[in-house]
Structures are given as C-alpha cells and as structure tokens.
DNA sequence: AATCGTCACAACCGCCGAGAG
DNA sequence: GCTCTCGGCGGTTGTGACGAT
C-alpha cells in the first residue's frame, strides 16, 4: 500500500528482511529455495505479474513464480492481479447505487463478497468486503441498524414470493444463505431512518396469531442492551448454525449451557429485527404452519414435545415491548384462539431463558405455565398501571402501555367467553398467589443479571445502562425465580416496558434511540411492535428451514 | 505539536472444494 | 478411494492516513 514503490519510496530490497519469508516455511514461503516475499506488492512486482498475465493468461497462479520470476506466491499473485490489476477493476470510493447495491445483496447473501462482487462490475470481493466491515463498524458505534427498511421489505416480499427464500437472481442465493448458514444480521432500521416503514403498521385487526407470536422474538429486547462490538461475525455464524440445528435438533442446536454467555443473542436478536412491515403483504406471509420446521411456532408447545422455547430463549433478555405489543396488537379482534395460542406462545421462553427447566421440569407440557404466564403477565400489567397512574398523568408511561394491554387482555378474554383462564384459575387467584421473594436491595436488573446472566457482564452492564431511579420505582419487587409464577409475574421477560425508556426519562442509549428512533416512543411503540413482530417472520421461517 | 482513536485498504492466513493423478 | 495441487473464499491482521482532542 503506502510502501508500494509506484514512487520510488521503498524498492524491492527496501522493502526489507521483513517482509520476506525466510523460508522457514517450505509450502508457503519457500519454493525450490525460492524465497517467496509478501507484504505489499511493488510497481515492478505488478508490471512482471501483468506481463505474465498477458502472455500466459489467468491461473496457474503458481507457475507464475516459476516462470517469471516473480517472488511471490501463487495465491499472492492472483490475488494482487485480481484485486488490483486486472482490467476494468473500479477504484475509487463506492457510489451511492454501489453502496445501496452491497447492503441489498448482503442482506441476500450474506457474507458472500465474490457472489456479491459478482453484481458489481470492477468491484472486488475485498473491496466489498471492507467497505462492509467498516460500514458494521461505523453503523454498530452510531447504533444504526445495518439494512434498510426497504431492504427488509423486499426481502420479505422475495420471502413470501417464494418459500425457499430466494434471492435476487441466483435460487441458491435465499434471502438467508443455506449453504453457508449466513443469516444476514437483519437490524432492524430505526424509526428515525425509516419513519415510513412504521408509517403502515396493519390494522390490529389483520395481525395474524403468527405475528403476534412473533411479538415474542421481538427484538427490541436486545435493543435495551446497547450497543454490543459487532467485532463478532463469528458469534452470528454461531448464532445461525443454532437456528439451523433449531429445526432439526432444538436441543442440540440450544444446547449451549449459557445461551447469554456471549454476544450470540445478540446477533439472533438482530437476525430477528426486522420491523418493516408492509399490510398489503400480512396476508400473504407465510404461515408457520406451512413453513417447514416452523411447526412448534403455530403448534405451540402444547403440541410438541419440544417446542420452541429454545427460540424464545433467545430473546431471554428481553426487556420491553411484548406486552406493550400485545396491547397494541389486539386492539382488534384477533380470534380467541389467536389470543391464547399466543399468549401462550409468548410465555415460552422465560422458563427456559431462567435456566429453570433443570428445576421445573417440562413445565411448557403441561399447559399450566402459558396460563401462569398469562395471568401473571396481566398482574404486572396492572401493577404498573396502578402505579404509573399516579404518577404520570400525561405522557404515556410503561404503566399506561402495560395498562392498556391488561385491559385489553381483560377485554379480550371477557369477550371470548373465558372469563377465567384455561386452568380454571381466574387472573385475580393468579395474582394473589403470586409471591414477591423481596422487595429490598437490587432491582429487577440486578435479579436478572445474578440469576440469570451470571456470566453475561455485558448484558449486565447493557442493563445498567437503562437503570434509573424510575426504573427501580417500576420494578421494585423481586421474584424468586424458582418459583414459576414469580417468574411468570415477572413481567420483565414479556414486557419490561418497552418503550418506556423515553417517556420515563430514563437514559435511552444512542443505540436504544437510533432503534427506536427519536420520535415519541410511547407514540409509536404500537407501530413499531406491529413492524417487529411482522417482520420477525420471515427470519424465523427461514431459520427453520435452515439445515 | 503530540497523542490517540478510527478509517480505509492491502495483504495474508487458513479452510475448503474441485479436479487430476 | 486416496492424496495432492490448485484456486477460491471468507476472516483477520497490519499499517498509513486522517481527524479529534
């Protein structure tokens, strides 16, 4: 690069001892006594390469060595000659269609910089790649999603157009790479970015039972926990080859003892964000049940033996948003069996995401835990409601969101004719029994990080972020969690009050606001958990299909 | 002016698959 | 079927440039 002797600035001896293999190495560095230099390549190195290249043509790579001089390896000589001197190569910075290009096919292909260079004529798979990697890195510091709205729209649209997922031109291409188990990180845009991509959020009244399912894989959860490195593709590809055992062995494929142990949550939940939401397509998604390996998402657990709390699991730190969601997407009048399958659908994962299943065995077969989770959820709700209204009379709070919900789950229940819970308890014998462990010392954050985080500083730390007087005010009580309707009434695993960091005037890290976009959370928090939990789909169904 | 962090880029490394022997 | 070579690919590293402090 800067020592390459276009100038003159360092000559080939120059470039020193160095940068030449001492041929320590006979496969790579050493050929026939040959010692193979590395290191940048110099003006006289490529005029020698280039004129083999004409005479000779592309490949045998290693012959070029041996027939011209060139103390460079084979693998060096193609690729500096693909990378900097074959004809037509583009250089220069990336335009803005070239730009838009890579974050299309990337959110097509994933990783696959050579197929992606493909459609891009002069660009190199390395060009692509580190235009790509910086482009993570400065979204990742400024907390910005990776792809667009509209990328994820079309992606979706390309998803329902076909089953396999497939890409633009090439079937092999799905919206989520196959063969290579590459799931492109979908981040959700934020709303700031793509204000319109919320601006159609489908009428409560089309939300399917899948997509409010999806509500429980929202990924704002993982949005509460701040910017995370993304210094980590290797964790997504960790991440995706989870999902991908996930429909063939969920066990195996969550097996991982610490399923928060690392940043692969994270990543899933970014795999999940996908919150462009289009109402004109709600009805031609995907249903779960039509979705191979999607079978425990519409079945429910209640159906399996092995459902699929290990895919919730993966929202285990959720925070937010689910019952705000909840509320706001039953507004309308999904079908009583879309109400229940989903709550119970939705209570899956805190279970597991507690590591209570060594201690509550298969507490997701018996049917009792949904309704637990239900009622209990409710219970919060109204706790916080209780509490924020008397405190805040304005601004919508988490209160007023989870109150909403309760109400709207009071309402829905009444109104199907199930004025208790499945179980036979009603919410308020739930409630009654649900027994706070203290109500002195940590908060609920704390709880969570010492029982269920213990080895996640991380998300310790993303927790802390968002700890505030307020938030301790709102989660002043600690559960036990072995006991499950404590867990259960600990709402935090569904609802934590999403989009409550705004209006409670909490510290909302830049990466939390450039998610949920700087406009009125509370506003658009309705909106925004529509767009998740639609667009949450495509990615699952895909996950399941994978290998 | 010095230091530090970040960016952008080139190049290398290791792995893998295809093909030939 | 096995081994080896070659080429391709994706990930990572190294380094100068650049801007902020």
Known sequence: MMVESDDGVLSKDQMGSSLIEKGKDKDKGNIDGV??????????EDAILVDYVKKHGEG????????????????????????????????????ADEERLIVELHAKMGNKWARMAAYLPGRTDNEIKNYWNTRIKRRQRAGLPLYPSELRMQAMQEGQQSSGFHGINDANNGFFERSSGQIPDVVFDS??????AFSFVPKLSDVSASSLLMKSLEPPHFANLGPVALNCQKHLQESIYMY??????????????NPFEDSRCEKIAHSFEYPYHDPVEENSLPSFDAVQGCHSFTNGFSSTPEPIPEALELELPSLQFIETDLGSSWDSSPSPPTLLESVDRLIQSPPRSIKLDSECP??????????????????????NQSSDKSSNSSAPTPGDISSSSLNFYKTEWDEYGDPISPLGHSAT????????VSASGSSLDDQLHADIFPVSNFKLESFNQFQSPEREQEFPTQYDYTRPDALL??????????????????????????????????????????AYSWNNMPAVCQISELP
């Open 191 to 196: 709303l700031k970015a793509n204000q319109g």
């Open 489 to 530: 009434a600990s709402s935090g695993w569904f609802g934590f009050q999403s989009g409550s960091f705004k209006a409670q005037g909490a510290p909302m890290p830049d990466s939390m606001a450039s998610l949920l976009g700087d406009d009125d959370l509370t506003s658009d928090s309705k909106q925004t958990a529509e």
């Open 35 to 44: 010692v193979l230099k590395k290191g940048p390549w110099t003006s006289a």
């Open 362 to 383: 298969s507490p997701c077969n018996n049917g009792l835990l949904e309704t637990l989770v239900y009622e209990a959820k409710t219970l919060s709700s109204a706790k």
């Open 244 to 257: 991908s055992g996930f429909s063939g062995n969920p066990k195996d494929a969550f097996s991982s003892s």
């Open 60 to 95: 045998n790579w290693n012959a070029v060595q041996k027939y011209s001089g060139l103390s460079r390896c084979g693998k060096s000589c193609r690729l500096r000659w693909a990378n900097h001197l074959r004809p037509n190569l583009r250089k220069g910075a990336f335009s």
């Open 429 to 436: 014998s739930v409630f009654n029994e649900q027994t706070p």
